[in-house]
């Protein structure tokens, strides 16, 4: 007589549990996505700022290191070295606060006086290796180039 259409509970079950493996695959995808895009900001933000300080370096090398006659070994310049030379600006340049986060910021110079490679005390300059990470030290970066010397 009568013919009734409709789901048996075990048909509907059976969907909603493939449909609950395929939510959960997707919403692991999300998860994985959304930790890969902040660890790219964040490397992004960290290679940024070395070069920032490399730029801003070349403007003002003093402002950052010690100005000194020689580099007979390299020179390491941190916040705490900046503290105890008093040099202004230490906090701003050495452990910024980006983001509510704190970056170090480490430089080393040196000055080459071997005439097998490029003689860089002769032509004024002084190579400086910036390197910056984020307080955790996970994510670092490294910038080296060329200041004036004087």
Do not use: W
């Not at 449909?19 to 890969?36: C, D, E, H, Y």
Request: charge should be neutral; aromatic fraction near 8%; hydrophobic fraction near 35%.
């Amino acid at each position: 007589m009568f013919q009734q259409r409709g789901f048996t509970l075990v048909e509907v079950l059976a969907s909603l549990v493939i449909l609950s493996i395929v939510l959960i695959g997707v919403s692991n995808l999300f998860i994985f996505t959304n930790k890969t895009a902040v660890t790219n900001n964040e490397k992004l933000l960290v290679m940024n700022l070395s070069k920032a300080t490399m730029e801003r370096m070349k403007m003002e090398p003093f402002a950052y290191i010690k100005k000194s006659e020689q580099f007979n070994e390299p020179m390491t310049y941190t916040y705490e070295t900046c503290k105890q030379q008093h040099l202004a600006q230490c906090e701003q340049r050495y452990q910024p606060t980006i983001n509510n986060k704190r970056y170090l910021v480490e430089i080393t110079a040196s000055q080459s006086k071997d005439s097998y490679v490029v003689n860089e005390e002769k032509l004024g300059l002084i190579n400086v290796i910036v390197t910056v990470e984020d307080e955790t030290k996970k994510i670092k970066n490294q910038v080296e180039g060329y200041v004036r010397d004087g």
